[in-house]
């Protein structure tokens, strides 16, 4: 049932685009047929994450036929999240929505995200209760939210992902983070505000597999606990004090020992073994390090989080 509604109720939808060809019209079609009954005003925002298919061309027609689509070409893969950013940047309206292209965020439930933000919520969150995706994207997808979890010492919900509702008010503070690596649902977590999630139907994946392979993902879960968390580097320093208290214990036994006359015996193995084990973990601990470093670099360079090629509107095309 539909609440509340009045003239001024306004949704931008961005949508990353990346091997999209076999969803953009069905999903043109189904997001119109939804919001012309739903809103007074709404904007398309298709930002195409140099996808290597016919994703751009269908966005330029599908931008030629409506006014009310935009659409959006980076100059190279960005990524998903920095697509995001870019029509986050884009957007204009009160409510913005975010959600992905493969039809398995379904557009059918807007309506359920915006009568829940209209009841007083600044964010409202898709939940999927039964997720339509593969074993192994599901258990990757688990085990990354709770490691992330626990790094972070917050609350991540797997079953939670880029699909929601946000007022203009979020997405203004989600933009005016400046930090190179994008992660949207850790940074609109990250701002705050009222918000609250609701079940929907999550729909299964009709052509293609999705393009995070395992790589991609575990990249991704690198980047982004390296870049929300510096638990790594204190979980280094209590294994470190861990081990060199045990050393010292044992230190103290092999002394004892040796007081009480008891002979040693010689170990070879055990020793190498520890001398290996130590010099593990010191690279292990380095090697972190190496990495917060590394993305410290990143940031100093303060290069653009995207690069537009090319914004295509009813009326012009910019190159940029």
Not at 131 to 141: A, F, G, H, P
Not at 207 to 217: D, E, I, T
Not at 218 to 245: A, E, M, Q, W
Not at 298 to 310: A, H, Q, S
Request: charged letters at 25%.
């Amino acid at each position: 049932m539909i609440k509340n509604y009045n003239s001024t109720t306004s949704l931008s939808i961005v949508i990353p685009v990346y091997k999209g060809e076999f969803f953009l019209q069905e999903l043109y079609d189904r997001l119109c047929k939804n919001l012309s009954n739903l809103v007074n005003e709404f904007e398309i925002i298709f930002v195409n994450d140099s996808s290597p298919d016919n994703s751009w061309d269908i966005i330029q027609q599908l931008v030629k036929q409506d006014d009310k689509v935009i659409g959006i070409d980076l100059s190279r893969n960005f990524g998903q999240h920095y697509a995001i950013s870019a029509g986050l940047d884009k957007s204009q309206y009160e409510w913005v929505v975010v959600m992905d292209c493969d039809l398995q965020d379904r557009p059918e439930e807007i309506t359920t995200l915006l009568d829940k933000a209209l009841e007083g919520y600044d964010m409202v969150l898709a939940r999927r209760t039964e997720r339509q995706d593969s074993y192994l994207k599901r258990l990757s997808s688990t085990l990354f939210y709770k490691i992330f979890s626990y790094l972070t010492d917050t609350k991540q919900d797997a079953s939670v992902g880029n699909f929601g509702i946000y007022h203009r008010k979020v997405i203004l503070s989600i933009v005016s983070m400046k930090e190179r690596l994008r992660f949207f649902p850790i940074m609109s977590q990250w701002v705050g505000y009222k918000s609250t999630s609701v079940d929907i139907q999550h729909d299964s994946r009709q052509h293609g597999k999705s393009s995070y392979s395992l790589k991609k993902l575990l990249d991704l879960s690198l980047d982004t606990i390296i870049s929300y968390s510096d638990k790594p580097l204190i979980l280094t320093v209590k294994v470190g004090f861990t081990i060199s208290l045990l050393s010292f214990i044992y230190a103290l036994y092999i002394i004892i020992r040796a007081l009480l006359g008891i002979k040693g015996i010689e170990g070879w193995p055990s020793l190498i073994t520890s001398i290996w084990l130590v010099g593990g973990i010191l690279m292990f601990v380095s090697g972190i390090i190496g990495v917060y470093i590394s993305k410290i670099f990143d940031e100093t360079k303060k290069r653009p989080v995207y690069i537009i090629r090319e914004i295509c509107t009813h009326e012009r095309t910019e190159n940029t």
